[in-house]
């Protein structure tokens, strides 16, 4: 299998990134606690790190989603007793409403449509989203300082968006209400309730 930006972060052996991952999954953890879930929906769940440390740490039904074979060959894997479905996040192949928490990590900056993913995964959710991006320009300057990406000025090959921490606010709060916000370094990361429409 080639190896994913995604695989090639969780299976580091550099310790800086490996703290900096570890701060990314215990926010994530956090925020995804408060919602309670008794079911989640990872959609874009790539080779399934996220949930695999989720299925370790809550008591609760865990779904993985995403459009690559082989990255959901390896989430297999490493999470044998989890569902995982081949599908695109612009169309999710589940009922309106049957999941306590989608989580959407690190997928927005690579897709064309994110508004049309902000909305399936509105659909798919009966109250809560969390949703994570690299932190902008950040991410892009810690690249820099690795020598990554030199020649694309430290963007990482697949991000076709790029957010601030406020331009991230602008986009997701005009789908969701934000209820809180983590920033651990270089990410941005927002647990978001589903808008009250009455």
Not at 106 to 112: A, K, Q
Request: aromatic share 8%.
């Amino acid at each position: 299998m080639e190896a994913s930006s995604n695989f090639e972060k969780y299976t580091t052996k550099n310790p800086m990134l490996k703290r900096l991952n570890r701060g990314f999954l215990g926010s994530l953890l956090m925020l995804a606690d408060q919602a309670k879930p008794s079911n989640i929906l990872d959609a874009g769940c790539g080779e399934g790190f996220v949930v695999e440390h989720l299925r370790k740490n809550l008591g609760c039904d865990l779904t993985g989603l995403d459009i690559e074979q082989k990255a959901l060959k390896v989430a297999t894997e490493k999470n044998p007793n989890t569902t995982f479905r081949e599908a695109s996040v612009y169309e999710i192949p589940f009922e309106s409403n049957s999941f306590d928490l989608v989580i959407l990590s690190e997928v927005l900056e690579h897709l064309d449509h994110p508004e049309k993913a902000l909305e399936e995964i509105k659909r798919v959710s009966n109250k809560y989203i969390l949703i994570s991006v690299p932190h902008e320009p950040v991410w892009r300057a810690g690249n820099m300082a690795r020598l990554k990406y030199l020649g694309s000025f430290g963007n990482t090959p697949g991000h076709i968006n790029h957010w601030t921490r406020r331009a991230f606010v602008g986009l997701i709060s005009s789908h969701f209400d934000v209820k809180e916000l983590k920033s651990p370094l270089p990410w941005t990361i927002a647990l978001c309730e589903i808008k009250d429409v009455n």
